[in-house]
């Protein structure tokens, strides 16, 4: 007999710029972790013993962030050391994938309880230093056409026609809402403030968003892909052979309508009914579905839009029936390509904001935006809702949420 996977709470760090000036270089992914983990059950209350598993989204396992980081995790935080911890990698989905197996754990009725999000500590642990097959095994990279993701999003810009005009355009939109937003103080309901060991607020809020630009400023930047396309190591030529239908790439993304490199963590706490009940809790919101899908590994991005179809066809819902979207703004052109794919209404899109604007903390992001989308269903008073994000080597990931 299934069961219904619901959200009782969800928190997050805010975001900090993932470079070594940025305000959370000094604290490490385990600490990260540990803080939202604890700041999770200190807001709720719940009983630790009752929780089955952290799973824990986590991209560069590696150094510091290797050895099974939700476990460490576990360990470093105020949690009963009963909680066991597991770490998952599905790229930038890999927040919003935890959320989804923790989820089908409940459904299932393998567990009652589990603690989902992520982290991503890219100014201590880069992105990139796991290596990866795809990228150094030239079999393999010559089988799949690999790519790097920037020359993915200036392939899918051209494909779809978006020029350079558009995604300027759609980046300063996303720092304008997010300033906005951030003003308004519509992320304070999830977003705790950060201190250092002697007790002092390092960070309490995402400090990457410049609500200023405009598209003079945007316009000032160089494409930051052109070079590794046309000269060294020349990968228009891989993409051009893959797309031969293509004259040649248009290379429009540079620095600021791609998503900033961050640092952060955000943790989701689901359950069924059984474990709010036991607790003291009210759930937030119903877990409708969840899906994943692959796709072509070069133009890579493009996984929002068929893991939308996959999850809408699974619940016979169509894209009028969800209230709100949250597309993870890896790159300007991804968002405009599930926009007008679908017709979707810029005033139902993003509209805190997103990547561009307030950094992608990669293991993190998927846990929250879907965090950033129940506390605007909320807030604006809607029922329904869809999160999802595009994925390294071709893949999609994408949730529906219900409100209760």
């Known amino acids: 007999m299934p069961h219904d996977a619901y959200i009782y709470d969800t928190t997050r760090t805010p975001r900090g710029k993932g470079k070594k000036d940025g305000s959370l270089h000094e604290v490490s992914a385990v600490r990260l972790s540990s ?23 986590n991209v560069s396992q590696v150094g510091e962030q290797g050895g099974c980081l939700a476990r460490s995790a576990v360990l470093y935080s105020d949690l009963d050391e009963s ?26 009725g393998m567990g009652n309880a589990y603690i989902a999000g992520g982290v991503e500590s890219m100014s201590r642990v880069p992105m990139g230093s796991d290596g990866g097959a795809i990228a150094v095994d030239p079999t393999l990279a010559m089988k799949a056409y690999f790519v790097p993701q920037g020359i ?24 304008r809402r997010a300033a906005v937003s951030q003003k308004e103080g519509r992320f304070d309901k999830s977003v705790f403030g950060l201190s250092d060991q002697n ?9 990457m968003v410049r609500g200023e630009t405009d598209m003079q400023t945007l316009g000032s930047l160089n494409p930051s892909f052109k070079a590794q396309g046309e000269v060294m190591p020349g990968f228009d030529a891989i993409a051009l052979l893959k797309y031969p239908e293509l004259e040649k790439i248009n290379h429009v993304h540079h620095a600021g309508n791609s ?23 009210q759930p937030r919101a119903r877990i409708r579905a969840t899906a994943k899908i692959g796709t072509d590994p070069t133009i890579m991005l493009t996984g929002p839009v068929p893991v939308t179809e996959r999850i809408l066809e699974r619940t016979g819902m169509n894209i009028g029936d969800i209230d709100l979207f949250e597309v993870n703004e890896a790159f300007a052109s991804v968002v405009l390509r599930f ?44 029922e329904t809702g869809l999160a ?17």
């Not at 009752?50 to 824990?56: L, R």
């Not at 993915?152 to 720092?175: N, W």
């Not at 997103?354 to 950033?372: E, Q, R």
């Open 35 to 57: 803080e939202v983990l604890n700041q999770l059950q200190a807001r709720s209350g719940f009983d630790s013993k009752d929780v089955d598993d952290v799973i824990w989204g």
């Open 83 to 108: 909680v066991a911890g597991v770490s998952v990698n599905r790229f930038c989905a890999s927040g919003l994938e935890a959320v989804n197996m923790a989820a089908g754990q409940v459904m299932g």
């Open 152 to 175: 993915s999003s200036d392939i899918i810009a051209t494909k779809y026609g978006f020029s350079r005009d558009m995604c300027d355009e759609y980046a300063v939109e996303s720092q």
């Open 199 to 207: 007790g002092i607020e390092i960070l309490n809020h995402d400090e």
């Open 259 to 281: 998503s900033g490199i961050a640092d952060g963590a955000a943790a989701i706490l689901i359950g069924n009914k059984e474990f709010g009940e036991k607790n003291g809790l």
């Open 339 to 382: 926009q007008t794919h679908f017709n979707v209404d810029h005033d139902k899109l993003n509209v805190n904001g997103g990547a561009i604007a307030m950094g992608h903390p990669l293991g993190a992001t998927g846990a929250v935006i879907l965090g950033t989308l129940l506390d605007e269903m909320e807030r604006s008073n809607k």
């Open 388 to 404: 999802t994000l595009c994925i390294g080597s071709g893949m999609g990931a994408a949730t529906i949420l219900e409100r209760v």
